[in-house]
């Protein structure tokens, strides 16, 4: 059925399927940011437990869309180099971006900035750079994904992502709201727009592998490695310092669950 409804899509270039793969999961990201216009409070216990499913999807896909088929590809040592890279990159931008961690972590009420100095940075831009460099791997992910060549995967890394990105979204919008953004509708604007970077990732990663093939399990290896940092720098932190560990565990294995379910079905 997906294949039926995407089958003018996958007679276009890799590079214009990454376009609108990075557009879809974009929209979906968006329809989560815009969420918090309806649901204005919701509970700290679902925002961890969607967070963790979140993170569920994200580790999966890691694995069965982008490291073992960079293995198959080119072998295990570019995709573990490649892997070293991503969580090497995101770590620098992480120590030297300034921004707001992304998922306005607290200390003592205090909101922590991080990544060098902020004397000239907007607050807004601060918090807008930190969602920027959580959502880039996961755009460059899929990009990645369709520049392969392996159209199927690349739908199934999409989709993935698109579905993860809706309670990213509204745990992004409620953040711009718990440190002072606005109204909800200038929250929702904020989580929209620092979601939109994962679209000229996508074509960055898209446009890369298909102009330099050799680079391909390298740069399916660092979108993963990137992600995997994400996951176990940010999200996983994040879920489990309130309390909620059992909730955000239970929406881990389902994330899981439902990101092998779509490997199956797609693959």
Known sequence: ??????????????????????????????????????????????????????????????????????????????????????????????????????????????????????DRVRGVWLFIFAISLHNAPEGLAVGVAFGSGDFLHGVELMLAIGIQNIPEGLAVAVAAMTVGMGAYWYAAFVGIRAGLVEIPMAVIGAWAVTLAAPLLPYAMGFAAGAMLYVISDEIVPETHRRGHERLATAGTMLGVVVMLYLDVTLG
């Open 1 to 118: 059925m997906i294949q039926d409804l995407l089958g003018p899509v996958q007679s276009l270039s890799p590079v214009w399927q990454a376009t609108i793969g990075g557009l879809i999961i974009t929209l979906l990201n968006t329809v989560g940011a815009l969420a918090v216009v309806v649901w204005r409070r919701p509970s700290q216990r679902f925002l961890d437990t969607a967070l963790g499913f979140a993170a569920g999807v994200m580790l999966t896909a890691s694995f069965t869309s982008l490291i073992l088929p960079g293995i198959e590809r080119g072998g295990v040592i570019p995709v573990i180099v490649g892997m070293a890279l991503g969580a090497i990159g995101l770590d620098l931008a992480d120590h030297f971006i300034p921004h707001i961690h992304a998922l306005a972590r607290r200390d003592g009420g205090k909101i922590i900035e991080e990544g060098g100095s902020t």
